[in-house]
Every structure is written in structure tokens, then in C-alpha cells.
């Protein structure tokens, strides 16, 4: 496990406090990250607890899926600079909780898929980075692996960071709940 006190805040939120059972984060209102694609607008103030992320590791976020408004989102962040970065977890969108990830190189994607039974349970996220590519996965409690994404991610020079994010694009008063940041090596393969 990685000690929460290992990480340094990008964009602290409007609250965060150690817990028996995790890491209790509050995010800010009109908390986002995103890169113009579509809407059009630049946002990097996405609440993101970061350590140093090398290639040929794997880094994994567990939180609990507590929320419900429209845009909360909690998962796992990669970030080289506010125009490079991967985000992936599970976001709320067209009402119900949704599997997603965006892969930012400049411009922002968006690739999700609906998993509603995922509500009020235990998420991980896991990205391993191998090959100037990331693998990212997802599971709910301790059911397998779903392959959610593999997409280009720059050379090992570039000075990357992961870990715990939160964001709260439309509301006030958005805590997410995680229980567990941990590392180790890349996934050996894709399936």
C-alpha cells in the first residue's frame, strides 16, 4: 500500500482527511479535467493526489462508488502536464454510473460504458505502463479485470505522476471515499 502522506496535492480539494478505512476527499465545485474537444473549454482543476508513476510499473486506486449527480467522478489519474494525461474511473453521466476513460494529448477523448450495478461498491482502477503504452483495467469488489483501454503514453523521459482523483464539474458537497492506492509491476499482457 502507499501511505496517502506520499502523495502531494494537485489542486487541493476543498477537503481531504485520513480515515480508518481510506482517504475521505471533498471536491471543489467546477472541478474538472478536460481539453477542449466538444465543449470547447480548458479545465485542469481536477482535485488529484500524485507520486511519481515510471514506465514499467502499475499503479492501482480503489474507491467506493457513493455518488450520483451528474459529472461526479472519482478514479485514477496519470499526468505528465495539463495537456498530457490519462484519467479513468467511473463518472456519472445520462444518470447512471459510467466506466470511463480519457486519454488527453493536447485534445480530450471520452470512452465509457454504463455499468449501474457498480453503485455503492468498491472500484479499483489499475494502469500499467510498459512499451510507451498504458493498460488500463477496471474491476468492481473482486471480480475479474476488465480491459477498459490501451493507449499511447509518452517516452519514460517524460516526468509522469498518478495516483487518486476526484472531481465535482457541476455541484458542491462531492466526497468520495478511497480505500486503497497501491503499486507494482505492469501487467505481463493485455488478455
Not at 58 to 84: I, K, M, N, W
Not at 160 to 181: I, S
Request: charged share 25%.
Amino acid at each position: 500500500m502507499i501511505p496517502w502522506s506520499s502523495g502531494r496535492w494537485l489542486n487541493p480539494p476543498f477537503a481531504a482527511e485520513t480515515a480508518e478505512d481510506g482517504l475521505l476527499v471533498t471536491a471543489s465545485r467546477g472541478s474538472d479535467f478536460w481539453q477542449r474537444t466538444s465543449y470547447g473549454f480548458e479545465r485542469d482543476s481536477g482535485h488529484a493526489l500524485l507520486r511519481p508513476f515510471a514506465e514499467g510499473s502499475a499503479v492501482e486506486v480503489s474507491f467506493v462508488v457513493s455518488y450520483d449527480e451528474t459529472f461526479d467522478q472519482a478514479g485514477l489519474l496519470v499526468r505528465v502536464d495539463p495537456t498530457t494525461w490519462v484519467k479513468a474511473g467511473v463518472e456519472i453521466s445520462d444518470g447512471v454510473p459510467q466506466l470511463g476513460a480519457v486519454a488527453t494529448r493536447g485534445l480530450s477523448d471520452w470512452s465509457m460504458a454504463p455499468v449501474p450495478e457498480w453503485g455503492d461498491r468498491h472500484v479499483t482502477v489499475r494502469a500499467s505502463w510498459a512499451d510507451a503504452a498504458l493498460t488500463l483495467r477496471a474491476r468492481v469488489d473482486d471480480e475479474p479485470w476488465r480491459m477498459l483501454r490501451l493507449t499511447p503514453f509518452p517516452s519514460p523521459d517524460a516526468p509522469a505522476e498518478a495516483g487518486p482523483y476526484c472531481c465535482a464539474p457541476e455541484r458542491e458537497g462531492l466526497t468520495v471515499r478511497f480505500t486503497a492506492w497501491r503499486d507494482g509491476p505492469p501487467d505481463a499482457a493485455l488478455h
